[in-house]
């Protein structure tokens, strides 16, 4: 689970294809995912509102998929592992 508040900078998330990220809203604050790279969703942008409301994906495919929220400007990278690695 990855936590989204103002100054949650630089989160690096590692999971294997196929895995599953939940990113959560831990303040009264709403939240984006916003993709500033490959996207691994249909959707540039996913929506996380306060609350401690969680939204997850799951990443398909092996690569670096960055993110940031399009309000406050927290940001990270999830690192999908190429299978059998």
Do not use: Q
């Amino acid at each position: 689970m990855v936590d989204l508040h103002p100054g949650a900078n630089g989160v690096l998330t590692t999971i294997r294809t196929g895995g599953i990220v939940a990113w959560r809203s831990v303040d009264a604050m709403h939240h984006t995912v916003t993709w500033s790279s490959s996207t691994p969703i249909a959707l540039d942008e996913l929506d996380v509102p306060e609350g401690g409301t969680s939204k997850e994906v799951k990443f398909t495919g092996p690569g670096n998929y960055k993110y940031s929220c399009s309000f406050h400007g927290e940001n990270g990278t999830v690192h999908v592992l190429v299978p059998g690695s």
